[in-house]
């Protein structure tokens, strides 16, 4: 399977595990050997960024809450970037997701100040999802998740509860349909 770095796994309407329940996953790393990790872009809980990350809410984006990036390693910090214009190609403490134009990854033991340049604004995730080398193709194999490429949008998007209908509908015909499965699919 080629590189889903960049790309967003969308939890099927068959996924029963309440952690990936209608979730909207975005990869930032995948390998054969190394297996998937990402973040759930469609999750905000109520911890403002301030309260977690002192400096850091000037840059936050609405909502601005931490949103919760996954079921591992709850207590790890995640930081997505939207990147100003003149900073695509990165900078010191930033490292660009591939496939999705103007999307990094933020160092946050730098100073906010010192990134204030070069970002339009940040989103950060407390845990992330992670697969171990082939579970995630095994999982897409079975029909529990859907590939679908993502945009800067989707990681900023100001109505996460709306992402995962958008991005279904978005896909063309066939995963349109999804978007309008009822929440537990025996209630069909």
């Given at each position: ?6 790309r ?29 990790l ?31 990036g ?15 214009p ?32 070069g970002?339009?604004g ?45 991005v ?21």
């Amino acid at each position: 399977m080629e590189s889903l770095r960049g790309r967003l796994v969308l939890a099927s309407p068959v996924m029963l595990d309440p952690n990936f329940h209608r979730t909207v996953v975005l990869l930032l790393a995948f390998g054969a050997a190394e297996g998937a990790l990402g973040v759930i872009l469609n999750r905000p809980n109520e911890v403002p960024v301030g309260e977690l990350l002192p400096g850091w809410e000037e840059l936050a984006t609405e909502p601005r809450s931490v949103f919760v990036g996954g079921p591992v390693a709850r207590d790890n910090v995640i930081c997505l970037a939207r990147l100003r214009p003149s900073m695509l190609d990165g900078f010191e403490g930033c490292s660009p997701v591939t496939d999705v134009e103007g999307l990094a990854t933020l160092d946050l033991n730098r100073s906010p100040a010192d990134m204030i340049e070069g970002v339009d604004g940040i989103r950060i995730f407390s845990g992330y999802a992670g697969w171990s080398p082939g579970q995630l193709e095994g999982e897409v194999e079975a029909g529990g998740w859907l590939i679908l490429p993502g945009t800067l949008t989707d990681a900023f998007t100001p109505e996460p509860d709306a992402l995962w209908k958008l991005v279904l509908r978005r896909g063309g015909p066939r995963t349109a349909l999804y978007a309008n499965a009822p929440p537990k699919l025996s209630m069909n």
